[in-house]
């Protein structure tokens, strides 16, 4: 499952990702794994996002996760 809700709203607000992954202290790529749903992802390290980089946010709009669907 991946966070595409949270995806979104890093493109719109034109937000890199290597800034989200230097403010929680992993690399990029980890971060596109979390994001993913391939890693998981730690409440702390989700309030961190929503505090700050999107603090009009709440938690539950921006880490609504949506199931991939397999065949």
Not at 24 to 34: C, P, Q
Not at 64 to 69: A, F, G, I, L, N
């Amino acid at each position: 499952m991946e966070y595409s809700t949270l995806i979104g709203e890093i493109a719109k607000a034109h937000i890199n990702y290597t800034d989200v992954a230097k403010a929680l202290g992993i690399t990029r790529d980890t971060l596109r794994y979390k994001l993913g749903g391939k890693r998981p992802l730690s409440i702390d390290e989700a309030y961190k996002i929503r505090d700050l980089f999107f603090p009009s946010k709440t938690i539950e709009e921006l880490f609504t996760r949506e199931q991939t669907k397999t065949i």
